[in-house]
């Protein structure tokens, strides 16, 4: 399985992006599609997956929407209102063996993408 993630930028303040994530290899209809993210000096954090419905972390909550085409075995995340503290990197994640109740942990998710790079200029 490889996931492909894209979409990445500089943007300003106050702006929008959307990132994509391709899966090939396998599919995930029953399992789940997550962003995490990492910036600079800092652990990874879960950002927002989609298993039969969306999880968000309490910091994108309002801004970030994150959906899923199965059809094209590929999840996007739309993130508005971009803020400074948004810069990072994006890595996308699946697996098929997640449960809600770890749906925010990235020990919990088998297949990781090799990120994409976000900067947000304030």
């Known amino acids: 399985v490889q996931l492909q993630a894209s979409g990445g930028g500089l943007v300003q303040a106050g702006g929008s992006l959307r990132l994509s994530c391709a899966a090939s290899?396998?599919?995930?209809?029953?399992?789940?599609m997550a962003w995490f993210r990492q910036a600079p000096g800092k652990e990874r954090e879960f950002v927002a997956a989609f298993r039969w419905t969306e999880y968000y972390a309490d910091s994108v909550k309002g801004r970030f929407t994150i959906s899923r085409d199965n059809a094209k075995n590929t999840v996007y995340l739309r993130m508005n209102s971009l803020k400074p503290e948004d810069t990072a990197v994006y890595y996308c994640?699946?697996?098929?063996?997640?449960?809600?109740?770890?749906?925010?942990?990235?020990?919990?998710?088998?297949?990781w993408g090799q990120g994409t790079l976000v900067t947000v200029s304030s």
């Open positions: 994640a699946a697996g098929n063996r997640i449960i809600q109740s770890t749906i925010g942990e990235g020990t919990t998710y088998d297949y």
């Open positions: 290899g396998g599919t995930f209809r029953n399992g789940a």
